[in-house]
């Protein structure tokens, strides 16, 4: 029974190198995923003063509860989110001149709800260039806290930089939200803060940060769980079996819950303290779902989909056309190209196989044939469609590296376990 080791997870390991970097003392983080997205966080880190020591198995961050230790600074956040929503956010608790950019892809994500947020806040905040995305310039001197009205219908990103800020307030923080998408990430970083010292509570729709800052301490990363959904698809599709460590009952990641979509499918999944397993029956059923909660595991079931016995609509995930790509037309334009009907709304999209391919047996039948993905640079659409390439022979991508971002060592992971696979 194949046992796949994934890397840690990208969100626990952004919001541990903030909340590090945050508390007092030194901070130990164990597993932490290296990949282009960590890395150019840790690097933003050391561009504020920071000192990130770090080793094959564990990063150590010496905390500055009091900001960063230069007084100016130019940071370079690549293609990360995270990097580019958190740091100005972690920066603006400090004192000095801070500038940020980003990647072209990068640039045209929005920004605008923290930054608006920010600014209601006290905070001496410039978009350079375009209103509400980067480059932007902080000139921080600490944030006093209070009362601030969010909307994180867009990203929960925003509102976890507004959390994981609040207690290095003066005051502390009341965050009103209006909206909220992909709900469970915000579970994640609540159970960080308490991990690290601090406490939210709710009421009702307004999220309450009391100030006092972080604790240092020893913390170990899980790993990734949307990166874990292309191994479990892979199981569903082909009739294997597939084992993930770590990933068990006990996991922060709402992510997880793919497995249930795998299960209304048809597989079989079993999830204890120690991990999770899931079997492929050699069924594979049609379905309609939401998605709003693990909408970055979307592309995953997309690319599921051409291999169920009827058609599949997934609904309420129009936060996806502001990821990296529009990941919901990319999604339907590279089906399109597998020869697969497609069609889209604004938060949907709705997938139709063909006669005959709702079994193992079908799908090898089906007559899709691979084609050459385009990627869009987006790490999750050459993830995703590797699952599909499992039953369309031929498949290649424009940018296969672009897997970097997440997880360098995708392409040899999923080569290794195909050769473990019902062929």
Known sequence: MPVVDIPGSKSITARALFLAAAADGVTTLRRPLRSDDTEGFAEGLTRLGYRVGRTPDAWQIDGRPDGPAVAEADVYCRDGATTARFLPTLAAAGRGSFRFDASPQMRRRPLLPLTRALRDLGVDLRHEEAEGHHPLRVEAAGVEGGEVVLDAGQSSQYLTALLLLGPLTRKGLRIRVTDLVSAPY?????????????????????????????????????????????????????????????????????????????????????????????????????????????????????????????????????????????????????????????????????????????????????????????????????????????????????????????????????????????G
Not at 231 to 236: D, G, K, L, N
Request: one cysteine or more; proline letters at 5%.
């Open 186 to 422: 915000v579970g994640i970083t609540v159970a960080m803060m308490r991990a690290f010292g601090a406490e939210v509570r709710t009421e009702g729709s307004v999220y309450v940060v009391p100030s006092g800052g972080y604790r240092a301490t020893t913390y170990g990363i899980e790993p990734d769980a949307s990166t874990a959904s292309y191994f479990f698809a892979a199981a569903a599709l082909t009739g294997g079996e597939v084992t993930v460590p770590g990933l068990g009952t006990g996991a922060l990641q709402g992510d997880l819950g793919f497995v249930d979509v795998l299960r209304r499918m048809g597989a079989e999944v079993e999830t204890d303290a120690r991990g999770t397993r899931v079997r492929g029956t050699g069924e594979l059923r049609g379905l309609t779902v939401a998605m709003r909660d693990i909408s970055d595991t979307m592309p995953t079931l997309a690319a599921l989909a051409p291999f169920a016995s009827g058609p599949v609509r997934i609904e309420d995930v129009g936060n996806t056309r502001v990821k990296e790509c529009d990941r919901l037309e990319a999604c339907a334009e590279n089906l399109r190209r597998l020869g697969v009907e497609v069609a889209t709304g604004p938060d949907w999209i709705e997938i139709r196989p063909g006669a005959g391919r709702g079994t193992r047996a079908g799908a090898r039948a089906s007559g899709l044939a691979g084609t050459e993905i385009t990627s869009y640079g987006d790490h999750r659409i050459v993830m995703s469609f590797a699952v599909a390439g499992l039953r369309a022979p031929g498949m290649s991508y424009d940018d296969p590296g672009c897997v970097r971002k997440t997880f360098p060592g995708f392409h040899e992971a999923f080569e290794a376990l195909r050769g473990q696979l019902p």
